[in-house]
């Protein structure tokens, strides 16, 4: 009988690397994936807004199938392989309610003996405890990933990549302005994926510490520090090209307006991990330095 995989729940943050762990997952010989990396299921659960995602995969069903006729080869298998994905992944959302067997069936087809499936959807570090306790059921070896970045420099990425996604004739103006709305929201008493110290929190009161990871990108983006994750993950180290981003993003400076303002509206996460973990990367250090100057 074939022993029951790892269930990794990488559930952030957003602009943290989710990404790239992904792609180095999915090419790992003890790791099974599949070709979605979002799958939104807790979300769904959650807020009951199945229809959304029913028409998203839908749509990206319709998508693939039309490129098909002009593929061939391995690009054909490779587009093949991802519809067959979306296929099974819509019919587990069209249960349109909670169905744990389902969900678990998806992530471990085809799975061969290899020790660890993932599901990798940054959106679960907005859900609240009740269900993060009811993802860890998923498996006997359920286990929670969760990545930070610098707060600052993970907001302004986010803020591009929003302002990118709109397609505007003026990038610059888009991701200014995008900025502004998440900043007037932190100061308003708001919170989202910049809350570090909420979703920590959560998971702290939800998961079992031996099935926590809360892990700084940087580290992960290191040989020494993506082997001790892959340690934790109870899969073999393997190599990686650590200098390559995954939808990084185009680049653009932040202005020192809204630099000095996201400094001010950042501090608390910036304080809260500073406790947790007082040996900070770098890339902390210099920016902490700001906020506290």
């Given at each position: 009988?074939?022993?029951?995989?790892?269930?990794?729940?990488?559930?952030?943050?957003?602009?943290?690397g989710t990404s790239w762990l992904f792609?180095?997952?999915?090419?790992?010989?003890?790791?099974?994936?599949?070709?979605?990396?979002?799958?939104?299921?807790?979300?769904?659960?959650?807020?009951?807004?199945?229809?959304?995602?029913?028409?998203?995969?839908?749509?990206?069903?319709?998508?693939?199938?039309?490129?098909?006729?002009?593929?061939?080869?391995?690009?054909?298998?490779?587009?093949?392989?991802?519809?067959?994905?979306?296929?099974?992944?819509?019919?587990?959302?069209?249960?349109?309610?909670?169905?744990?067997?389902?969900?678990?069936?998806?992530?471990?087809?085809?799975?061969?003996?290899?020790?660890?499936?993932?599901?990798?959807?940054?959106?679960?570090?907005?859900?609240?405890?009740?269900?993060?306790?009811?993802?860890?059921?998923?498996?006997?070896?359920?286990?929670?990933?969760?990545?930070?970045?610098?707060?600052?420099?993970?907001?302004?990425?986010?803020?591009?990549?929003?302002?990118?996604?709109?397609?505007?004739?003026?990038?610059?103006?888009?991701?200014?302005?995008?900025?502004?709305?998440?900043?007037?929201?932190?100061?308003?008493?708001?919170?989202?994926?910049?809350?570090?110290?909420?979703?920590?929190?959560?998971?702290?009161?939800?998961?079992?510490?031996?099935?926590?990871?809360?892990?700084?990108?940087?580290?992960?983006?290191?040989?020494?520090?993506?082997?001790?994750?892959?340690?934790?993950?109870?899969?073999?180290?393997?190599?990686?090209?650590?200098?390559?981003?995954?939808?990084?993003?185009?680049?653009?400076?932040?202005?020192?307006?809204?630099?000095?303002?996201?400094?001010?509206?950042?501090?608390?996460?910036?304080?809260?991990?500073?406790?947790l973990f007082p040996a900070l990367p770098?890339?902390?250090?210099?920016?902490?330095?700001?906020?506290?100057?």
């Amino acid at each position: 009988m074939q022993q029951e995989p790892t269930f990794l729940m990488c559930v952030g943050a957003t602009k943290a690397g989710t990404s790239w762990l992904f792609d180095r997952l999915s090419a790992h010989e003890d790791c099974h994936l599949r070709t979605i990396k979002e799958l939104h299921y807790f979300d769904m659960l959650y807020r009951g807004n199945f229809d959304r995602y029913v028409e998203g995969f839908t749509r990206r069903a319709q998508g693939i199938e039309a490129e098909l006729p002009a593929l061939s080869g391995g690009r054909l298998r490779k587009f093949q392989r991802r519809l067959q994905d979306v296929t099974d992944w819509l019919a587990v959302v069209l249960k349109r309610g909670e169905d744990l067997a389902a969900y678990r069936a998806y992530l471990t087809q085809g799975l061969r003996g290899r020790r660890l499936v993932a599901d990798v959807t940054p959106g679960y570090a907005l859900l609240p405890e009740d269900s993060f306790r009811r993802m860890a059921t998923v498996g006997a070896d359920t286990r929670f990933l969760y990545l930070l970045r610098d707060p600052l420099a993970r907001l302004w990425s986010n803020a591009r990549m929003v302002a990118f996604r709109r397609r505007g004739a003026d990038y610059a103006a888009d991701c200014v302005q995008v900025m502004d709305q998440m900043l007037t929201r932190i100061e308003s008493g708001e919170t989202d994926r910049e809350d570090y110290a909420g979703t920590i929190t959560r998971l702290k009161a939800a998961v079992s510490p031996a099935r926590l990871l809360v892990m700084f990108q940087d580290e992960m983006l290191s040989r020494p520090g993506f082997a001790r994750l892959c340690d934790w993950l109870g899969i073999r180290p393997a190599d990686a090209d650590f200098d390559k981003r995954v939808l990084e993003g185009k680049p653009l400076p932040l202005p020192g307006e809204l630099r000095a303002r996201a400094l001010a509206a950042l501090r608390p996460q910036y304080d809260f991990v500073a406790r947790l973990f007082p040996a900070l990367p770098e890339s902390w250090r210099k920016t902490l330095n700001e906020v506290h100057a």
